[in-house]
């Protein structure tokens, strides 16, 4: 006997607590709840309701899902399912138990403390290994997807305390037929990251991530962007005409050929820039294990767990003691809880009378 073609199934989620609060979205940690007690952590990120009102907003906030459904592959964030709530949406994801690459550098910084060489490497290399998958991901009928991600940067990197590094935000990412793409009229994306092409109203392609990912290598070894200025627009005029740095001048413990690295990532001249992911993920790796034993996501699990010792170490919150914000939860700007945050108010308690 045949089985069934279509299976309808109850999805539930439990808010735990809320993760982010950004401008235009929320994230929180929820629990699925399946049938006879079936219960999984996830997080989940819905549109702020204002924006929810906005066709634009909601439409490349779908695309977003409908563009990484199909993406699986251990350096992305993983989504699992797109869903209502009362005229809103939300994608509902994979939970990293980590933090973004901005808190990271942020706790480094605060502490004193220096991310050594290799390890900056070899997060950049992963990020370069979830690129050259999603670059080179092509629809059912084998043609390319054209994917570019066009907003590499800390925050929307995440490390796992497991040593996981994954890229997450695909929400200005372009891609043919999937994301309202407005290149040449409008620029997206946080301009201290961009490439000199987006930043310059130019249509991208996937080397445009190629610099992004480099001005985030950059950063983490030399603890600043150099394209950062007073305001977004100084920002963007420095990644289009700002000379690049001798990286290895700024920190000597960059050896010379990693500095090369960071020339041809940061090449303004497309040809002269890494052409691919690929060969950036190649030089990268060459650079830490051609000596033999390298870094792997148990060297960055240990380290990063050492660095959020609390944090790493505390039990998965409970949906009863949704709240109270642990130290995970905050943010600059620090958001109120959610029971207590006004923006969110609205949305956070519609999510906990039902995400259906
Ligand atoms: N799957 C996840 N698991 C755990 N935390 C997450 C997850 N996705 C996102 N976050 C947290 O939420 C933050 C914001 O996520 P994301 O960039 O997807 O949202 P956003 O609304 O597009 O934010 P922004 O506009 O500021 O980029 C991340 O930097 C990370 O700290
Ligand atoms: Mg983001």
């Known amino acids: 006997m045949p089985g069934p073609t279509t299976i309808t199934g109850d999805l539930r989620y439990e808010v ?10 929320i994230v929180y940690e929820a629990q699925q ?7 999984k952590r996830v997080a ?5 309701e204002r924006y929810a009102a906005q066709p634009e907003f909601i439409e490349n906030f779908i695309g977003e899902a409908k563009l990484v459904a199909d993406l699986i592959h251990t350096n992305i964030v993983q989504t699992y399912h797109l869903g209502d709530i009362g005229g809103g949406c939300f994608i509902c994801m994979e939970l990293i138990r980590g933090v973004n ?15 050594p060489v290799e390890l900056a490497v070899f997060i950049v290399s992963r990020i370069a290994r979830g690129l050259s998958y999603a670059h080179a991901k092509t ?7 054209g994917i570019v991600h066009r907003d590499i940067s800390p925050k929307n990197i995440m490390i796992a305390f497991e040593g996981d590094v994954k890229v997450t935000d695909f929400g200005i990412a372009k891609a043919k ?16 990251y961009m490439s000199p092409e987006q930043a310059d109203f130019m249509v991208t392609d996937k080397r445009s991530d190629i610099f992004s990912a480099g001005i985030v290598l950059a950063q983490l070894l030399t603890g600043e962007n150099v394209f950062k200025g007073a305001s977004p ?25 990693l500095g090369q690295i960071l020339q041809r990532s940061l090449s303004r001249d497309l040809a002269g820039r890494y052409q691919s992911a690929d060969e950036l993920l190649y030089e ?24 959020f010792k609390e944090e790493a170490a505390a039990p998965a919150a409970s949906a009863s003691s949704r709240g109270q914000t642990t130290r995970m939860a905050s943010h600059a700007p620090e958001p109120a809880p959610p029971a207590a945050s006004k923006r969110g108010a609205g949305l956070f308690d519609r999510l906990k009378a039902k995400i259906s």
Do not use: W
């Open 139 to 145: 629809d059912c009928d084998g043609h390319l997807l």
């Open 177 to 192: 037929g999937l994301l309202k793409d407005k290149e040449g009229e409008e620029v997206a994306g946080k301009p201290e």
């Open 233 to 257: 627009e100084e920002s963007r005029q420095r990644v289009i005409c700002h000379p690049v740095p001798d990286f290895t001048r700024i920190n000597p413990e960059i050896e010379p050929k």
């Open 101 to 115: 690459l901005e808190q990271f550098a942020q706790r480094l910084a605060e502490g004193g403390r220096k991310l």
């Open 16 to 25: 735990v607590r809320q993760i982010y609060e950004g401008g235009m979205g």
């Open 284 to 307: 990268l790796e060459h650079f830490i294990y051609h000596r033999g034993y390298g870094p792997t996501n148990e060297t960055l699990g240990k380290f990063i767990r050492e660095l």
């Open 44 to 48: 989940i990120k819905v549109i702020r």
């Open 33 to 39: 709840i399946g049938t006879r007690g079936f219960v």
